[in-house]
């Protein structure tokens, strides 16, 4: 992994990252640690999400944990009757050969659908272990390192991206897949997690891709990019009043679910 120092006198803020990551949780947060899926039902889930909607995609994985009830007999399952079962979820025709063919994949390569000897990998390992399987890019194997093995791998979405953009966390023609690595290396391991719900949390509530609320931003006084899209007179003189414990508690329920994460069944 790169040095943090390093990649971190890369970044332009007016904030340092730990200060941005410590206003936003204390905006948005404290966040609640949810209910995880082990490694090979988060790879699943994953897939599923692609290119929807929690709410789809986590229908999808429940109809097809219903139908199925275990990852063994999907890998045995017929595609059709795989794509039937997710089809509420979108795109199952491209979804349910992907899901067969990668659970097929890891039995092949491990044995197992068993997934935790991840951790015992050094984290750059892990991750080539998981790109290795179809579909599975930069932000679907930090999701599932993240989220179901605890790992302190970056996941950027399109939330994270455009924030860290603007923040000028990271440079304007910075890909997308560069990013990872970038953030990876000036977030400290342990702020992994909080960094990714109050960036994704902060990108859908206020740091909108269109019209971002510069005016309801934590951070707009040290946003380099907060010009762009606030005329002269409406840039804030003074740094925004921090909102009441109420207000930010019933702005953060706006999101429901935290993000990525699969709704439990009642």
Not at 137 to 154: D, E, N, R, V
Not at 224 to 246: D, H, L, N, T
Request: aromatic letters at 4%; proline letters at 8%; charged letters at 25%.
């Amino acid at each position: 992994m790169p040095t943090r120092s390093k990649a971190a006198a890369k970044t332009k803020s007016m904030l340092g990252i730990d200060q941005i990551i410590r206003i936003m949780t204390d905006r948005y947060g404290p966040f609640a640690e949810e209910p995880r899926l082990d490694a090979a039902h988060e790879i699943v889930f994953t897939i599923l999400s692609q290119h929807t909607s929690d709410t789809n995609s986590s229908r999808a994985y429940h109809l097809l944990m219903d139908k199925f009830a275990t990852l063994e007999e999907v890998a045995r399952g017929e595609p059709e009757d795989i794509e039937r079962t997710i089809a509420p979820g979108g795109l199952a025709k491209i979804k349910a050969p992907r899901i067969k063919q990668v659970l097929n994949l890891i039995l092949e390569l491990n044995g197992s659908l068993d997934l935790s000897f991840l951790r015992e990998l050094p984290l750059d390992e892990a991750k080539a272990w998981l790109r290795q399987l179809p579909g599975i890019g930069p932000k679907s194997a930090g999701i599932i390192l993240s989220f179901a093995l605890g790992m302190p791998a970056m996941a950027v979405d399109t939330h994270i991206y455009r924030v860290s953009k603007r923040l000028a966390l990271i440079g304007p023609k910075v890909t997308a897949d560069k990013a990872h690595d970038i953030l990876e290396a000036v977030v400290e391991p342990d702020q992994v997690y909080p960094f990714h719900l109050a960036f994704i949390t902060h990108g859908r509530q206020v740091c909108k891709a269109q019209r971002p609320l510069c005016g309801e931003c934590v951070v707009a006084e040290a946003c380099p990019s907060r010009e762009q899209f606030m005329a002269p007179a409406e840039v804030p003189q003074e740094p925004p009043k921090k909102a009441s414990r109420a207000s930010a508690k019933s702005q953060t329920k706006k999101t429901g679910v935290l993000p990525h994460s699969v709704a439990i069944k009642e």
